[in-house]
Protein backbone atom coordinates (compact mmCIF):
# COMPACT_ATOMS: atom_id res chain seq x y z
CA UNK A 1 0.00 0.00 0.00
CA UNK A 2 0.93 3.50 -1.09
CA UNK A 3 0.84 5.82 1.29
CA UNK A 4 1.94 9.50 2.79
CA UNK A 5 3.84 9.23 5.68
CA UNK A 6 5.06 12.81 6.38
CA UNK A 7 2.57 13.61 8.93
CA UNK A 8 2.12 11.49 12.46
CA UNK A 9 -1.40 10.67 12.02
CA UNK A 10 -2.28 8.18 14.35
CA UNK A 11 -4.63 6.12 11.35
CA UNK A 12 -1.68 5.97 9.11
CA UNK A 13 0.78 4.64 11.80
CA UNK A 14 -1.57 1.87 13.03
CA UNK A 15 -2.33 0.76 9.40
CA UNK A 16 1.13 0.47 9.11
CA UNK A 17 1.75 -1.25 12.02
CA UNK A 18 -1.26 -3.90 11.33
CA UNK A 19 0.56 -4.56 7.47
CA UNK A 20 4.11 -4.84 8.42
CA UNK A 21 4.61 -4.60 12.62
CA UNK A 22 6.23 -2.16 15.32
CA UNK A 23 10.03 -1.41 14.75
CA UNK A 24 12.27 -3.40 15.56
CA UNK A 25 13.97 -2.96 19.64
CA UNK A 26 17.55 -1.61 19.68
CA UNK A 27 18.39 -5.10 20.73
CA UNK A 28 17.56 -6.81 18.02
CA UNK A 29 18.73 -3.92 15.58
CA UNK A 30 22.18 -4.36 17.39
CA UNK A 31 21.86 -8.29 16.79
CA UNK A 32 20.97 -7.94 12.81
CA UNK A 33 23.54 -5.69 12.48
CA UNK A 34 20.94 -3.09 11.32
CA UNK A 35 17.58 -3.06 10.14
CA UNK A 36 18.09 -0.19 6.88
CA UNK A 37 19.55 0.03 3.72
CA UNK A 38 21.54 3.26 2.17
CA UNK A 39 20.83 5.52 -0.13
CA UNK A 40 19.20 3.25 -2.94
CA UNK A 41 19.05 5.32 -6.49
CA UNK A 42 15.57 4.31 -8.70
CA UNK A 43 16.18 3.31 -11.79
CA UNK A 44 12.48 2.97 -13.00
CA UNK A 45 8.93 2.45 -10.95
CA UNK A 46 5.39 1.83 -11.43
CA UNK A 47 3.04 5.01 -12.83
CA UNK A 48 1.81 6.10 -9.90
CA UNK A 49 5.22 6.07 -7.88
CA UNK A 50 6.68 7.35 -11.44
CA UNK A 51 4.21 10.44 -11.38
CA UNK A 52 4.49 11.21 -7.88
CA UNK A 53 8.76 11.17 -8.26
CA UNK A 54 8.20 13.45 -11.28
CA UNK A 55 6.89 16.43 -9.41
CA UNK A 56 10.42 17.43 -8.59
CA UNK A 57 13.69 17.80 -9.92
CA UNK A 58 15.58 15.80 -7.02
CA UNK A 59 17.18 12.71 -7.66
CA UNK A 60 15.17 9.79 -7.13
CA UNK A 61 16.33 7.55 -4.05
CA UNK A 62 15.03 5.64 -1.78
CA UNK A 63 15.94 3.61 1.20
CA UNK A 64 14.54 0.69 2.88
CA UNK A 65 13.49 -0.24 6.57
CA UNK A 66 13.28 -3.77 7.81
CA UNK A 67 10.27 -4.84 9.98
CA UNK A 68 8.90 -7.83 11.46
CA UNK A 69 6.58 -8.76 9.48
CA UNK A 70 7.18 -7.00 5.88
CA UNK A 71 9.73 -3.32 4.47
CA UNK A 72 8.87 0.00 4.05
CA UNK A 73 10.30 1.55 1.31
CA UNK A 74 10.64 5.33 1.79
CA UNK A 75 11.14 8.19 -1.10
CA UNK A 76 10.42 11.94 -0.89
CA UNK A 77 8.70 14.10 -3.23
CA UNK A 78 8.24 17.56 -3.21
CA UNK A 79 7.92 18.47 0.53
CA UNK A 80 6.00 14.87 1.31
CA UNK A 81 7.47 11.24 2.60
CA UNK A 82 5.84 8.50 1.10
CA UNK A 83 6.18 4.78 1.87
CA UNK A 84 5.48 1.97 0.06
CA UNK A 85 4.17 -0.81 3.01
CA UNK A 86 4.92 -4.27 1.68
CA UNK A 87 4.54 -7.51 3.96
CA UNK A 88 6.72 -10.54 3.86
CA UNK A 89 4.24 -12.86 1.96
CA UNK A 90 3.20 -9.74 -0.85
CA UNK A 91 7.04 -9.07 -1.51
CA UNK A 92 8.66 -10.20 -4.90
CA UNK A 93 12.10 -9.43 -4.97
CA UNK A 94 14.09 -10.02 -8.27
CA UNK A 95 17.36 -9.45 -9.01
CA UNK A 96 17.18 -8.43 -12.55
CA UNK A 97 20.82 -7.39 -14.22
CA UNK A 98 24.18 -7.28 -12.29
CA UNK A 99 23.43 -4.59 -10.50
CA UNK A 100 19.89 -3.81 -10.30
CA UNK A 101 16.53 -5.38 -7.74
CA UNK A 102 13.13 -4.70 -8.42
CA UNK A 103 10.67 -4.64 -5.51
CA UNK A 104 7.12 -5.37 -6.08
CA UNK A 105 3.82 -5.40 -4.44
CA UNK A 106 0.45 -6.04 -6.32
CA UNK A 107 0.42 -3.04 -8.59
CA UNK A 108 2.74 -1.01 -7.49
CA UNK A 109 6.57 -1.89 -8.16
CA UNK A 110 10.32 -0.43 -7.93
CA UNK A 111 13.79 -0.97 -9.23
CA UNK A 112 16.59 -0.08 -7.85
CA UNK A 113 20.41 0.29 -8.93
CA UNK A 114 22.65 -1.31 -6.17
CA UNK A 115 26.65 -0.34 -6.75
CA UNK A 116 28.25 -1.60 -3.51
CA UNK A 117 28.85 -4.82 -1.82
CA UNK A 118 26.36 -3.53 1.08
CA UNK A 119 23.13 -3.21 -0.80
CA UNK A 120 23.48 -7.11 -2.45
CA UNK A 121 24.02 -7.75 1.48
CA UNK A 122 21.02 -6.10 2.61
CA UNK A 123 18.91 -7.39 -0.13
CA UNK A 124 20.43 -10.45 1.42
CA UNK A 125 19.22 -9.83 4.23
CA UNK A 126 15.65 -8.70 3.25
CA UNK A 127 15.79 -12.12 1.69
CA UNK A 128 16.53 -14.05 4.69
CA UNK A 129 13.75 -12.26 6.60
CA UNK A 130 11.21 -13.12 4.58
CA UNK A 131 12.00 -16.59 3.98
CA UNK A 132 11.74 -16.53 8.39
CA UNK A 133 8.54 -14.87 8.17
CA UNK A 134 6.37 -17.28 5.72
CA UNK A 135 3.32 -19.07 6.94
CA UNK A 136 4.08 -22.56 7.09
CA UNK A 137 3.28 -25.06 4.27
CA UNK A 138 0.65 -27.66 3.79
CA UNK A 139 3.62 -30.38 3.84
CA UNK A 140 4.72 -28.45 7.61
CA UNK A 141 1.72 -28.62 9.29
Not at 19 to 47: C, D, E, H, Y
Not at 61 to 67: H, P, S, T, V, Y
Not at 95 to 103: M, V
Request: proline share 4%.
Amino acid sequence: MLLNISYNDPAIKRRVEEAVGTPFSLKQRWKMSGIGSQKLNITSSSVDIHNLLILDQNINICNIELRPKGIILRFRSLLETYGLVIPYYKLKLYKGRAQEYSIYIDQHFVKVFADSKGIHAFFKKVAEQKSLNLPPSVDEL
